[in-house]
């Protein structure tokens, strides 16, 4: 969010995509899993509007220095390997809703940019496409194409296919129960090396210019 601080439009767009997309989110995990027989995470108060709740300090930094990030996982009833395709269905709810916050958003700038369809505003950049009939820019657009991207962002970041991305937890799940296995796990999740390779994977680009984001 720091490069955008001399921009109104974008910064809101950042902060309303990021608190609704946590929570927005993580309720679509908890919903699908209790529906799936899981109530743990409505337990685990994982309903809550309370952005703490969902979100790590690792991927608090990350979305303060680079306006996006991760959600914390949510508690699901896992132990049983009967259990890992409701597990894993509910998991993949996160990164689903994501996408069709994006497309909503999208399909709002197109509401204020009727004569521009949702794939061409995509692949614009803000604020290029984010103009009106007079080629001024107009803030509704800015802020809706920002939260667009930002929903976008969290979506590609949940499928990075490591723990502690929702992709990486499915990987996991759906995975077999061998030695070979268990110590994959261990080092990603109990030491630490999954957070390590999301946050080179999300560093780089802010660290080197150039660099493929």
Not at 109 to 126: H, M
Request: charged share 10%; glycine share 10%; hydrophobic share 50%.
């Amino acid at each position: 969010m720091l490069f955008v601080l001399n921009k109104p439009a974008l910064l809101l767009g950042i902060i309303a995509a990021l608190y609704i997309g946590v929570v927005v989110g993580s309720a679509a995990t908890v919903l699908t899993a209790r529906a799936l027989g899981d109530p743990m995470g409505q337990r685990e108060h994982r309903l809550s509007l309370n952005p703490t709740r969902h979100v790590q300090i690792y991927s608090a930094v990350m979305m303060v220095l680079g306006g996006f990030g991760w959600a914390e996982q949510v508690p699901l009833n896992d132990r049983w390997r009967a259990r890992r395709f409701h597990v894993s269905a509910a998991v993949l709810a996160r990164p689903i809703a994501y996408a069709a916050l994006a497309l909503a958003a999208a399909a709002g700038a197109k509401g204020v940019l009727p004569s521009t369809g949702v794939l061409g505003i995509l692949q614009d950049r803000i604020p290029e496409a984010a103009v009106n009939g007079n080629g001024h820019s107009t803030f509704a657009t800015q802020l809706l194409l920002q939260m667009s991207e930002v929903f976008a962002s969290l979506c590609v970041i949940s499928l990075i296919p490591v723990p502690p991305t929702d992709l990486g937890r499915v990987i996991f799940t759906l995975g077999g129960n061998s030695i070979g296995w268990q110590k994959a796990r261990y080092q990603l999740e109990e030491r630490n090396l999954g957070l390590v390779v999301v946050l080179a994977l999300l560093l780089l680009p802010i660290a080197f210019t150039g660099f493929p984001s």
